[in-house]
């Protein structure tokens, strides 16, 4: 989230680039990380791809 009064623009492009590199990243890593590292990573691909369908369908918060 943007702090308050402060909207940050949503570009769809560089958001599912972003989260294809983190996926990728994943992968790569499997086997190599901590159990807290990957349950991190896991969370945080899980919590931008449902920011990411949010605001792609249009019905997440703070849409620009």
């Known amino acids: 989230d943007?702090?308050?009064g402060m909207e940050l623009p949503f570009d769809a492009e560089?958001?599912?680039q972003t989260?294809?590199?983190l996926t990728m990243l994943q992968g790569?890593?499997?086997g190599n990380l901590s159990?807290?590292?990957?349950?991190l990573l896991e969370d945080i691909?899980?919590?931008?791809?449902?920011?990411y369908v949010q605001r792609v369908r249009g019905d997440g918060a703070g849409n620009s």
């Open 2 to 4: 943007a702090p308050p």
């Open 28 to 30: 790569k890593t499997k």
């Open 14 to 16: 560089a958001a599912m």
């Open 45 to 51: 691909l899980h919590n931008l791809r449902v920011v």
């Open 35 to 39: 159990d807290v590292e990957s349950k």
């Open 19 to 21: 989260i294809e590199i």
